[in-house]
């Protein structure tokens, strides 16, 4: 039976029976159209990326005032089509390893402070003129100037030097840390002739495609380009679109009416309906993005720890993931790390206890209400899931009042300013990046005001550490001390659902960002 | 033509330019009492306080609001709209072609709903509070009260999903083909021509129904004249000042107030570009869409007073 299918499969994939046959033929020897559909799908991979066509998609997340320059951008339309045109110094795997681009190798003094990047020979830009050490320095460089308003910047404040000698790029740090090719790995460190300096939003790098058209928030075009240097891996259309559409019915209906080959950002509430739809999939994965309610550890009444604690245990999690995720997330855990990071240790799962809850909440001294801010914008069901919240701790006694904020400015007024609100987190790629912008004492987003210097000391030292079952021990600690001492309330980590049509081929769940970490265009392809 | 109606003119144009001040100030002010400023709201989440010192600096925001707004108001009149603050583009120019999408979608809408909506109307008129009028009535009613955004899903989920007749998403761009162009637009100019048949349907019917009862149209029924021709060539021609009103207005519907048309069908129009710079606080870009459409608004009520007063003779030859 098995080798029937098998057969099968492969004449799918080279195009001699058609995908529904398949599928009927393969209900016909009793396999469930799922793992008829994985099988087609590895087949169709082990067959190869076929070339040509046009492979467009509709996305939410982009506006009129998007530009091409890397250092600005923030949404997800801009992002994707980023890594379409843009070749990055080094990146992330799907399974978390480092993928060398641009630099050829990595390497660090023992000390991890001083880092040499050997720059690949032979990647041009698509200007025609070749990848230098001198470009990529020039990058860095930008992206660490204070005045570039550059998303990396952050990141990129811990590196004190940048040289560029022949092939090679020299990086000194203020402080050790282990991390620094993963923080390289950021989606704006786009690698731009002479680091963008002349014309930051020209929208010239090495990626595999030529920006073609680029109308900001209406539609983006891109071109093959001919000379990109790993061209077996990406590029497999000839044209890219991205057309912006965030309304998320006419999202839908672009991708059933066919109009679109893939979309981001499906509700959960809609995942069911969408599935039954023929010819498409639903491409859900879990990724590090949580959604959290948020206590000032240093704001009364959220100074106190036992309230803290009684908050954390009179929430019901479970119930939360499947009335406002329809079970398309996973549980949380008071600590902002799940498996989607390196170096992840499980830690015994927080139930909901509403007995335990009111323990804390007694010893707390705690009396009367406590003021809840919550705004749909905080994340998708933030209002539902805060009145969840509710009920769940007025069964443990505790009185939660709740204000609904307008989405207007709300991370401006209430989001890093107010003791006690929802908010979300898009999660970081590493845990260091993570802990360094929310839970150190100096971090600008401390939006819980957890201010340890045990803490701190805790992540300086891990940064520093190059051996890896200690790290992985250290993140162990932090994590605890997160969970049980911080501020941080954390119900659910979210997934990421995107959807193909019909034909797209070349799909791997990447657990990083949405749409294969944005490299769903470049890296998909269009059956024949 | 007479001069007192060339004074008649010259005067609603100069109301007309003192009102679109009046609304500058305004706008003005409307966007300064929004939450958090520019600088904020262009960083976002990503905000630290020297990035928002530093952006805050180069955007001018520092200066007192009407230093900024009389800067912006000499710009405007010598017809530089500056630079949006969010990206950097050239404002004259992004709107340049936003509004071209949003005044073809306008006219297309446009040329079809007004005959449509007129010729019924005097359908309705002839065969009055038989079934054909109640009919009529009854559809373009309900094709107005149905909110536009429910009568578009109704028409991506027919047109564009179960039949695939038409396209679900209206995206145009420079350089498209004219049949495809208008391919494009068929539903959301379909689903405006529904949202603005009714009121201009019902004006015209009441108009003429108005006119109706008159003599003159007694004495021409009198005269044998059938009962169209009694409508179009004594009843139409009395009532068309009311008419023309409510035609002007749902004109300028058509171009201002189309945005949640625009951003179910994904059009690139001046709502989508104005909501989308609202969102980030770009004031420049916010007042320039701002000062457009009024412009839009007070000039075509302008052309429906004038034409009007153009239309009655005893408007014309005041005594």
Known sequence: MSNELEFLSRRVASGKLSRRDFLGRAAALGIAAPFANALLSSAARAAGPVKGGTLKAGLVGGESTNSLDPALMMTQVPFALGKCWGEMIV?????????????????????????????????????????????????LERHSDEKSKSGALGYMKGIDTIKASGKEVVLTLKEANADLPYLLSDYHLIVQPNGGKDKPDAGISAGPYVVKTNEPGVRHGGERFAN????????????????????????????????????????????????????????????????????????????NNDLRMALKLAIDREEMLNKVLRGYGSLGNDFPINASYPL????????????????????????????????????????????????????????????????????????????????????????????????????????????????????????????????????????????????????????????????????????????????????????? | MSSPILKLIAQRIALGILLLLAISVLIFAGTQILPGDVAQAILGQSATPESLANLREQLGLNDPAYIRYFHWLGGVLTGDLGTAMSSGQDIATSIKSRLWNTLFLAFWAAIVAIPLAITLGLI?????????????????????????????????????????????????????????????????????????????????????????????????????????????????????????????????????????????????????????????????????????????????????DIAAIVANPRLRHPK
């Open chain 1, 91 to 139: 990146e992330l795997s799907p399974e978390g390893k480092l993928e060398n681009r641009i630099a050829e190798d990595i390497g660090s003094s023992k000390d991890a402070k001083t880092w040499t990047l050997k720059i690949r020979d032979g990647v041009e830009f698509h200007n025609g003129k070749t990848v230098t050490a001198e470009d990529v320095a020039a990058t």
């Open chain 1, 228 to 303: 990109y240097w790993q061209g077996d891996k990406m590029g497999h259309a000839d044209q890219i679109e991205v057309i912006v559409i965030n309304d998320a019915t006419a999202r839908t209906a672009a991708l059933q009416g066919g109009q679109v080959n893939m979309i981001n950002r499906v509700e959960p509430k809609i995942v069911d309906l969408i599935k039954r739809v023929p010819g498409v999939t639903i491409r859900n994965h879990a990724g590090p993005g949580h959604y959290v309610f948020i206590m000032h550890c240093n704001t009364a009444p959220f100074d």
């Open chain 1, 344 to 528: 992840f240790t499980e830690i015994e799962q927080r139930k909901y206890d509403p007995d335990k809850a009111k323990f804390h909440y007694k010893k707390s001294g705690h009396d009367g209400t406590v003021l809840l801010r919550t705004s749909d914008v905080a994340f998708p069901g933030a209002v539902d899931a805060s009145q969840l919240f509710q009920q769940s701790a007025a069964k443990a006694g505790i009185k939660i009042e709740l204000k609904r904020e307008p989405g207007d400015g709300y991370w401006n007024e209430v989001w890093n300013k107010q003791p006690f609100c929802a908010s979300y987190w898009g999660g970081r790629s590493t845990q260091d990046q993570m802990y360094s912008t929310a839970y150190l004492s100096t971090a600008d987003w401390n939006d819980t005001r957890f201010k340890r210097p045990d803490f701190d000391k805790m992540v300086l030292a891990a940064r520093a550490e190059l051996d890896e079952a200690k790290r992985k021990q250290m993140y162990h600690d932090m994590a605890v001390m997160v969970r049980d001492e911080g501020g941080l309330i954390l119900p659910m980590f979210n997934q990421f659902i995107d959807a193909t049509g019909a034909k797209v081929d070349g799909w791997v769940d990447d657990p990083h960002q949405e749409l294969m970490n944005g490299y769903a265009l470049a890296k998909c392809w269009l059956q024949a």
């Open chain 2, 124 to 304: 309705a008129v002839r065969y009055r509070n038989g079934w054909v009028d109640k009919l009529i009535s009854g559809l373009a009613l309900a094709s107005t009260s149905f909110p536009e955004f429910f009568i578009g899903y109704v028409l991506v989920y027919f047109f564009a999903v179960k039949w695939q007749i038409f396209p679900g998403i209206s995206t145009v761009y420079e350089g498209m083909p004219f049949g495809e162009r208008m391919q494009a637009i068929a539903l959301p100019a379909t689903a405006l021509t529904l949202v603005v048949l009714a009121h201009m349907m019902r004006m015209t019917r009441a108009a003429i129904l108005n006119v109706m009862q008159s003599a003159y149209v007694e004495t021409a029924e009198l005269k044998g004249l059938s009962a169209f021709n009694v409508i179009r060539k004594h009843a139409f021609p009395n009532a068309i000042a009311p008419i023309i009103n409510v035609v002007m207005l749902n004109l300028a519907y058509l171009i201002v107030g189309v945005v949640v048309v625009e951003v179910i069908f994904v059009y690139p129009g001046m709502g989508q570009y104005l909501v989308d710079h609202v969102t980030k606080r770009d004031v420049p870009v916010v007042q320039a869409v701002g000062l457009i459409f009024a412009a839009v608004y007070i000039s075509l009520n302008i052309i429906a």
